[in-house]
Every structure is written in structure tokens, then in C-alpha cells.
């Protein structure tokens, strides 16, 4: 089982980048599940289609005083392809820590047994990664992620979200947390933009494993509650998103020891 953490500032199309390489992933043949660690919880909406809102983890630990009568079957929705999706949500608005929301959303699937039942081979964590505190790196814990990428673009604050999130996992490195894979480039049309992420890259010791052209294609897929793979399959944009998706599991697949 490979586990990836994906983090990202908040609207650098990090969701939307990793639903469509959970996508590229699932056509592969390949069984995944994707956890939505934001407490916006939209994570996974491109891969459940029409089938609505889903409850997230924490507002079924919220809603029910009983904890043993959550099940797994509550806790997720079977998307494209079969794919596996949960999102963590957050807590009430102005109360309680989104950070704390995490560890009780990824401790509770655990306790449910949801990595033995679904046996996923790739299981991809997106995380917000406007900040790096508590419950924001509960999936860099051992146990959880192993490997962490981060999508940027060249824009300057999301280089240094980049930044601080690989600060962290220098951090944490001689914890047994996850290693950091490198940078997935989201471009956004900035000047100079892919020589700024790669001399980054640089600067960190890290590598750019990937990256996306900037398309109309992404909101017309939006649009109908799809991901580009799903609803586009033969674009130049589904075939990049394939090539990511090959070059993120051979980066990883790199780093094992």
C-alpha cells in the first residue's frame, strides 16, 4: 500500500489535482482511496458524481453519542471507478480547531479497520497546507502517509506554503514521519513560472516530479461534477494528468528504502 499526503495552499487546484490522478490511478486498475483532510470537505466531490453531499467524519462523531455505532458504510462513499472517498470536515464555524478535526477523523477510520476492509493499493490524504500546525500533519505520521508532495504553482505565496510545508517534514524526519517526494506544478500562467518552482525546488533539495497545464477543461469537467479523466478521457489534459499520476508513483516508489 502506498500512501501519499498532498498538501497545498488553499485554491491552488490541489483538490482538483489529486481527484484526477486518483482518477488516472483507478483506470490504471489500480484500488484507491482519497481522504479529504480540509474542513471544507469537497475533496472528493469531482469523483462521487450526482450522488450528493456526504456526511463527513466529524459530524458523524458530532451527531452520535453512541461512537461504536458509526460504521465504515457511514463514513464513505464508493466513487469512480470504485474509488474509495471520506472527507474529515471541520469543526462548527468559529468553534473548536480544524487540526483536531483531522486526528479524530483519520484515528476514527483507522479504528474502523477501513485500510484492512478496502485494501487500497494507493491511498492519497489532501491536505490544506496554509498551515502545518497539529492536526494539519496528523498525516505525516507514521502510520498514515509516507510520502508527502505539494502542489504550487509559481506564484509567491504558494511557494512559501511550499515552503513551510517542507520545513515541517524536514522537521519531523527523524520521527519516522513521511518523506517528502517533491513539488507538483500547477501552473498558473506566472512569469518565468516553471524556472521560479524549479530553482525552489532546488533551494529545498527536492525535484518538480510533475506538472498541469492551466485549461478551460478543468471547470467544464467541474461543471458537470466530474474530474477531466472521467469527463474528457481523450484530452491532452486527461493524458497529463495520466503522465502525473505515473510520474508521482515512480518518484515514491523511488524513495523506498
Known amino acids: 500500500m502506498l500512501k501519499i499526503a ?6 491552488i487546484g490541489k483538490s482538483t489535482t489529486v481527484s484526477n490522478v ?7 486498475g489500480l484500488r484507491v482511496m482519497q481522504i479529504g483532510c480540509d474542513p471544507k470537505a469537497d475533496s472528493t466531490i469531482l469523483l462521487r458524481g450526482d450522488q450528493g453531499e456526504m456526511k463527513t467524519i466529524l459530524d458523524l462523531v458530532r451527531e452520535n453519542e453512541d461512537q461504536n455505532s458509526i460504521t465504515l458504510d457511514d463514513m464513505v462513499r464508493i466513487g469512480y ?3 474509495v472517498c471520506a472527507e474529515a470536515g471541520g469543526p462548527t464555524p468559529g468553534l473548536g480547531c480544524a487540526g483536531r478535526g483531522i486526528i479524530a477523523a483519520l484515528t476514527k477510520l483507522a479504528e ?3 485500510y484492512d476492509k478496502y485494501k ?4 492519497l490524504y489532501d491536505v490544506l497546507g496554509d498551515v502545518v500546525c497539529g492536526g494539519f500533519s496528523m498525516p505525516m ?28 517534514v524536514e522537521q519531523f524526519k527523524n520521527r519516522g514521519y513521511a518523506k517528502f517526494a517533491g513539488l507538483i506544478l500547477n501552473r498558473r500562467k506566472v512569469k518565468d513560472e516553471d524556472e521560479k518552482v524549479a530553482e525552489f525546488a532546488k533551494e529545498i533539495n527536492s525535484k518538480v516530479v510533475g506538472s498541469i497545464n492551466r485549461s478551460d477543461l478543468i471547470q467544464s469537467a467541474e461543471e458537470l461534477n466530474k474530474t477531466v479523466v472521467e469527463a474528457f478521457p481523450d484530452s491532452s489534459l486527461s493524458d497529463e494528468y ?11 516508489e523511488a524513495l523506498v528504502c
Do not use: F, H, W
Request: charged share 20%.
Open 6 to 11: 498532498v498538501y497545498g495552499k488553499g485554491g
Open 22 to 28: 486518483a482518477a488516472a490511478l483507478a483506470d490504471k
Open 81 to 83: 471507478k470504485d474509488i
Open 112 to 114: 474502523k479497520g477501513a
Open 120 to 123: 487500497p493499493d494507493v491511498v
Open 141 to 168: 505520521r507514521p502510520g498514515y502517509a509516507d510520502y508527502v508532495m505539494v502542489v504550487t504553482s509559481g506564484e509567491n505565496m504558494s511557494i512559501y506554503a511550499a515552503a513551510n510545508i517542507s520545513m515541517a
Open 242 to 252: 495520466r503522465k502525473l499520476a505515473d510520474q508521482i508513483m515512480a518518484s515514491c
